[in-house]
């Protein structure tokens, strides 16, 4: 009788979450940083004690060996070095909200990358096709400029791929590099590309 009143109690619980965030809805859902990968009747559901308290300091490296891949109407950056560093404002939110202190990249041939705005990233539970321990990620406000020689091009970033948690969290970095403004920049949109480690904290799941 006491597993069927908490099996009940489980289901109604989802029932109630599902009811707020909607799987599949076009509103954000409350998304936390997560100690550990747990879950409550389907959903990635992350106990209080379990959750990441704001102010926690997300840091991701490129991974050895590869290369952050930015495709402009300037030509392909290849930069072997990039540095993301993000600390949150809240315990969970509705989608989480991160400060980025830092967005570096660097080695990337003749070209010239640099973050002349950090701006912001929002991260978010993934719900479609189905619930995940994992998140989507969105710049805001975040500003990037690509220069060759005379020419250079500042792009806004946007959406900008996953986060994929785990023992050793991922980011596989990916979206368009929307052209706003430039010193002899061809007309155009932008693409960048890269799989980044996060070394802190570790480990890391995305939960609800």
């Given at each position: 009788m006491k597993q069927l009143k908490i099996l009940g109690l489980m289901a109604a619980v989802a029932a109630a979450l599902m009811a707020t965030v909607g799987a599949g809805s076009a509103s954000a859902t409350v998304t936390t940083l997560c100690k550990v990968e747990e879950t409550m009747a389907g959903l990635p559901i992350c106990k209080p004690e379990n959750q990441y308290p704001a102010g926690t300091m997300i840091h991701a490296e490129l991974e050895k060996n590869t290369k952050l891949?930015?495709?402009?109407?300037?030509?392909?950056?290849?930069?072997?070095?990039?540095?993301?560093?993000?600390?949150?404002?809240?315990?969970?939110?509705?989608?989480?909200?991160?400060?980025?202190?830092?967005?570096?990249?660097?080695?990337?041939?003749?070209?010239?990358?640099?973050?002349?705005?950090?701006?912001?990233?929002?991260?978010?539970?993934?719900?479609l096709p189905f619930w995940t321990h994992n998140g989507t990620?969105?710049?805001?406000?975040?500003?990037i400029r690509v220069k060759k020689g005379a020419k250079e091009c500042d792009y806004f970033a946007g959406h900008s791929g996953t986060l994929t948690g785990g023992e050793m969290a991922t980011i596989d970095l990916e979206g368009t590099l929307t052209r706003f403004l430039g010193v002899e920049c061809p007309e155009g949109n932008g693409t960048w590309k890269g799989a980044y480690t996060v070394t802190k904290p570790e480990p890391l799941w995305i939960g609800m």
């Open positions: 891949v930015i495709e402009t109407p300037l030509g392909k950056a290849e930069c072997e070095e990039s540095t993301i560093v993000a600390t949150t404002e809240q315990k969970t939110e509705k989608p989480l909200g991160a400060v980025v202190n830092m967005l570096t990249f660097a080695k990337c041939g003749e070209f010239t990358v640099t973050a002349i705005l950090t701006g912001t990233l929002d991260i978010e539970v993934i719900d990620l969105t710049f805001t406000n975040t500003k």
